[in-house]
């Protein structure tokens, strides 16, 4: 008696078995030749088992970027926070002018060496591309002075003939005032520049950071607008004293700014780039545990169709038999 309801349940459920296709949640987590190859109407245990295990490797190597830039971030946000006091009396002193009308300009862009970060380096370039087209024209000259292979893997597509400078792999010991100070007299030497105008991404917080440029003079430009009584008309106030002359003073002035400007636009940048990286692997973590509960429920159901496929058969071979 049991047996015969057990073939009678069987014959009910075979047509509903044999005809199930894949959801729309099941064909997003395998490749369409990976279902040409099973078919619509079963999933092999083997594919959905090798696809659970590629992705909690990813999520275990998500998970230890994510620590990984924790940790560095910790170690980097107070050298970019004590950063800040090196750069703010310079600009109490000479100011910072961003709409200043000058014929040579030069962007410096500051951007990470590695991926993995969010959109921090796309923003840095998006900015400096609408600088660029903002200060073009016949009778100006911009040029790109490029910190980071993102920046310079984006820039260097429809921008390389603007490119002067270029330096990348800044981030591969760490970073001190010292190496940022030698880095900034070189790009003195080899770029001629009216003004200097650093774009980077500014540290707020773990999950936020905001684009921001600092603009620098040329010494020549300082002057020029000091002697016209211009928005630097109060460095005559100031008294001279070892013999110096005032050119001497506002060269020495502009290339120690530079290089504070620098320095803390380079460990803010890197403070951000930490700060969304720990946030997108943290992102990347979630959706590979979302991606694994849909793996195990699809791997459930193909493990349990293809019991009840075998089931079937034994009734149905049982039952020619008996027949």
Sequence with gaps: ????????????????????????????????????LYGVRSISTQVVRNRMKSVKNIQKITKAMKMVAASKLRAIQTKAENSRGLWQPFTALLGDTPSVDVKKNVIVTVSSDKGLCGGINSTSVKISRALHKLNSGPDKETKYVILGEKAKAQLIRDSKKDIDLSVTEMQKNPLNYSQVSVLADDILKNVEFDALRIIFNKFHSVVSFIPTMSTVLSPEVVERESESGGKFGDLDAYEIEGGETKSEILQNLSEFQFSCVLFNAVMENACSEQGARMSAMDSSSRNAGEMLDRLTLTYNRTRQASITTELIEIISGASALEG
Excluded at 20 to 34: D, M, V
């Design 1 to 36: 008696m049991a047996m015969a309801a057990l073939r009678r349940e069987g014959r009910r459920l075979a047509p509903l078995i044999s005809s199930r296709p894949i959801n729309a949640s099941q064909s997003s987590l395998f490749p369409s030749g990976e279902q040409a």
